[in-house]
């Protein structure tokens, strides 16, 4: 009987000291949450802000035009030299040639659209890819700057979609639902990148 009223204290110290450890450490859990840093930066803003991208996607526009340019010319060239064969003779040596021109012609012209589309393709994805490199770098660079902890990308909020499969697309790849004003390095980094670009 004495052994117990002897256990009781002991374990109600010993209570006592796990939770005021539990407490000291939460409180500690807490002290260094409260130090996290979080940035947030909206990436389809930077690329729509960004001077070097607007640049490059005019740069891009005037060579896919060049190119357009010339398959409307290869087109002409075959519609004329169509419209010349029909004129001929059947059966004529002339409009046998013609004939021949013309489906090289064709050829030429499916070949030549094939590779524009290959080489525009080719140049907006080295674009992107080095545009959006350049992105990262400077949101590293800017994180380290202000010791930032985590840097979170942000999607557009707008979800507003005509299929439901776009919709659950938007949905899926949100991942920031909220942030404070405080934490959006949006501006910083376009700031930053703009500044960079024009020395």
């Not at 840097?151 to 938007?170: A, H, N, P, R």
């Not at 942030?179 to 500044?195: G, M, P, W």
């Amino acid at each position: 009987m004495k052994l117990t009223f002897v256990r009781v204290p002991i374990m109600c110290i010993v209570f006592a000291l796990l939770a005021s450890l539990i407490c000291i450490n939460i409180n500690l859990a807490n002290a260094e949450a409260e130090e996290f840093k979080i940035g947030i930066v909206d990436i389809s803003s930077v690329f729509e802000k960004y001077q070097k991208r607007i640049d490059l996607d005019q740069e891009l526009k005037e060579q896919e035009k060049g190119f357009q340019d010339e398959i409307n010319k290869k087109r002409k060239e075959i519609i004329d030299l169509d419209e010349e064969t029909q004129l001929l003779d059947l059966g004529s040596e002339s409009r046998n040639s013609n004939e021949n021109l013309l489906e090289r012609k064709n050829v030429e012209l499916e070949g030549y659209a094939k590779f524009a589309e290959r080489q525009l393709l080719k140049k907006y994805k080295d674009f992107f890819e080095n545009i959006y490199q350049e992105v990262v770098q400077k949101v590293e660079e800017i994180g380290k700057q202000e010791g930032f902890d985590l840097v979170i990308k942000k999607e557009e909020s707008d979800v507003k979609s005509g299929k439901i499969s776009d919709l659950q697309f938007k949905i899926g790849i949100r991942t920031v639902l909220y942030h404070s004003d405080s934490v959006d390095i949006t501006l910083d980094v376009i700031d930053a990148l703009n500044t960079s670009y024009s020395k």
